[in-house]
């Protein structure tokens, strides 16, 4: 996926002759902290809000400080992230030789990442905390599969304490067995998301515990 694949049309341009009050109404309209500034197809450079609010508001815009970020639009998804990322902005621009092109923002990388990556794909999510020396992503697929389920989608983040904490997207809503196996084989299950299979089982066993205590 390059970066000409999610260029939106949908932002605003500046012009130079704007005033910084416009620029600021337009970027509350969109809900943006930049925009770009345009002169007959040529990038001038990203407008920041944070600027604007430094100036006057009856001032031009050819009298603010402008940012020369942008991005050529063959470069990969995962650069535009990092850049965006790197520079604290909520829109990049994509410019060819001084050409600007169109903006990617972070709604176009959400969807990106959601359609592209499979979490938005129908499924429950199981969330487990494995012993970084325990861990092996193939026996996990192995418990997953072996349940006549198959992962989607897959993230990984590490804990100060040296574990790990995996998320997994599998294509079904009913992981009680899923998750009975990991529990098994000693994965600790730390919680699970769109099962109602399970939510009912959990209910159903607190309140048969309430009415333990109760009676």
């Avoid at 599998?170 to 009680?176: L, R």
Wanted: hydrophobic share 45%; with cysteine; proline share 4%.
């Amino acid at each position: 996926m390059r970066a000409q694949q999610l260029l939106t049309s949908d932002l605003p341009l500046l012009l130079p002759i704007d005033t910084v009050s416009s620029a600021i109404q337009l970027m509350d309209e969109y809900k943006v902290s930049h925009l770009p500034l345009v002169v007959e197809d040529t990038f001038k450079g990203l407008i920041h809000e944070e600027d604007l609010l430094e100036c006057d508001k009856d001032a031009v815009l050819a009298e603010v400080n402008t940012h020369p970020i942008c991005v050529d639009p063959n470069i990969h998804i995962y650069e535009v992230v990092a850049q965006m990322a790197q520079a604290k902005i909520d829109i990049l621009p994509v410019v060819i030789q001084g050409k600007y092109m169109g903006c990617i923002d972070r709604g176009s990388i959400l969807n990106f990442f959601a359609q592209e990556s499979g979490w938005a794909l129908e499924g429950s999510i199981v969330v487990l905390e494995i012993p970084a020396a325990n861990y092996s992503l193939s026996k996990i697929s192995r418990i997953v599969e072996e349940n006549g389920t198959r992962i989607t989608s897959f993230n990984m983040n590490h804990l100060d304490s040296g574990d790990l904490v995996v998320s997994l997207k599998v294509n079904t809503t009913n992981i009680a067995t899923i998750m009975a196996s990991f529990e098994r084989f000693d994965y600790k299950v730390l919680n699970f998301y769109n099962s109602p299979e399970v939510e009912d089982e959990i209910r159903n066993k607190f309140d048969a515990f309430m009415r333990y205590l109760e009676s």
